[in-house]
């Protein structure tokens, strides 16, 4: 048995994560390219005043103008992923290259022509490009405008740009996703939609209204999507949030229910085009009144996608007793409380490859869609040698455990699983901390947290590893 043949092995990116080139080629200011780097980078843009000081008189290094300098080094790049024997490559494109203040007019062929190229260099060597339209950046003009998604005013730009997009690269492109990690903001507004939050108060409020006009904007995506790629597929995102309840007290089980529907309910309409009965409820208590257009249970109810895709790193564990709810775990921004049974990676998220197992049989028996991992990985330090390998054992240890949970679950549990993409095929820019130093690669990129660096690639042990789980379709572990 084993994975099944036609398996889409890879790996995944995003525009602003490893791009750089900022201001290139009529490129926009985005909202990625006002976080500063470090530890305290979720704190910053939690923060409204700091967040618009960045926006109104930017100072200092801020690691996503240069990030690994992709736009000029992807040719080399994408040699080495075919190397490794890549079948898909997951990357975003970045709505400022393409609509550089997010409401011009016409579209920046500048920014067109540079997709063609890295897509027609992806189909070269026969890896299919999967692409997601929206990772965390949009202009900051839009910001400014409209706070963000908040603002409905968006829903037609984000269209536009849709349609821009597949209308451009239709035949291209045959693996869309509409929104990355939808489920995050929630956790950090700015970061997932651009939004400020000024009043704490209302941070709840401000968020779902991000995430409706998110869902309208998802929907509208996949009708014009099947109407100008019918042959293509196009997908939801999501951050896994696999929660177990700390012991077997109710109140703890009822709490990860509580925490994973909360995480998943922007997936539930993307994939059954309707409200869970419990959100509308719960909004109603919380006197949170969605802005909707007239047309929006209509629009929700044809734009339902074709696949499920998400990111896992870790699991969380949940707790409503104060005597265990101290320690917090800090796993993908989720929080939850320490889990006792699991070790942590340098940055404290969690390693759970049978979580993995958990997760694709959780979402499979929820929705009943193919699926697709799009991220997985361990941020990690690493060490380059004297003569200049690095020994990443580390990764390939996280990996080979995720990969035979996953196939435990595609053989034995019978999930219909399409790909899997694993994070940050080269080193890249962390989201949540802007650093160098967390990385993800099986391509080490020479730069340091200060931007210092000479930009090259070498091969770290895990490229050599992968290259062969891939050449085995994941019968060499
Ligand atoms: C996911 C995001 O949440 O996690 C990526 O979609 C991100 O953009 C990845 O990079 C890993 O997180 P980090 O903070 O380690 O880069």
Not at 213 to 231: G, M, T
Not at 332 to 341: A, D, H, R, S, T
Not at 443 to 466: H, P, Q
């Amino acid at each position: 048995m084993g994975f099944p043949k036609g398996f889409l092995w890879g790996g995944a990116v995003a525009a602003h994560q490893c791009e750089g080139a900022y201001l290139e080629d009529g490129k926009g200011v985005s909202t990625c390219d006002v976080m500063h780097g470090g530890k305290g980078r979720m704190a910053e843009i939690a923060d409204a005043k700091a967040i618009k000081a960045n926006i109104e008189q930017p100072k200092g290094y801020f690691p996503e103008h240069t990030a690994v300098d992709f736009y000029h080094h992807y040719k080399e790049d994408i040699a080495l992923f075919a190397e490794m024997g890549f079948k898909v490559f997951r990357t975003s494109i970045a709505w400022v290259r393409i609509f550089p203040n997010g409401d011009d007019a016409q579209p920046n062929e500048a920014g067109l022509a540079f997709y063609d190229a890295l897509f027609d260099e992806c189909r070269k060597y026969g890896i299919e490009p999967l692409v997601t339209l929206s990772h965390w950046e949009m202009a900051i003009n839009l910001t400014k405008k409209y706070n963000g998604w908040a603002g409905r005013e968006i829903v037609p730009l984000f269209d536009r740009y849709a349609r821009t997009v597949f209308a451009r690269y239709k035949g291209k492109v045959k693996y869309w996703l509409t929104f990355n990690e939808i489920n995050m903001t929630f956790h950090v507004p700015f970061l997932g939609s651009g939004v400020i939050v000024d009043d704490p108060a209302k941070k709840e409020a401000l968020c779902y209204q991000a995430c409706h006009n998110q869902l309208v904007a998802s929907a509208l995506a996949v009708k014009a999507c099947r109407e100008i790629c019918p042959d293509a597929k196009i997908g939801s995102m999501v951050a896994s949030a696999i929660a177990y309840p700390y012991s077997c007290r109710p109140e703890d089980t009822w709490e990860r229910i509580d925490l994973e529907r909360k995480n998943y309910c922007l997936t539930d309409v993307q994939v059954r085009g309707y409200y869970p009965a419990w959100l509308k409820n719960y909004l109603a208590e919380k006197g949170i009144d969605l802005k909707a257009g007239a047309d929006d249970e209509r629009i929700l109810h044809e734009g339902t996608v074709d696949f499920v895709s998400f990111s896992y790193y870790s699991t969380s564990a949940v707790s409503t007793d104060p005597a265990v709810t101290g320690e917090k775990g800090t796993g993908n921004l989720f929080g939850g409380v320490k889990n006792p049974y699991l070790k942590s990676s340098e940055w404290g998220w969690q390693v759970d490859p049978l979580g993995l197992r958990v997760a694709l049989n959780f979402l499979y028996d929820r929705y009943q869609k193919p699926l697709f991992i799009v991220e997985n990985g361990l941020g990690a330090k690493d060490v380059v040698e004297a003569d200049g390998s690095i020994n990443d054992d580390y990764r390939i240890d996280y990996l080979r455990e995720h990969v035979k949970a996953m196939k435990t679950a595609v053989d034995v549990d019978g999930v219909e699983l399409w790909g899997y993409t694993t994070w940050g095929c080269i080193d890249i820019i962390s989201a949540s901390t802007g650093e160098m130093s967390k990385r993800y690669g099986f391509i080490y990129v020479d730069k340091d947290d200060e931007g210092k660096g000479t930009l090259a690639r070498s091969r770290k042990k895990s490229f050599f590893w992968y290259k062969d789980v891939i050449a085995s379709n994941g019968e060499k572990l």
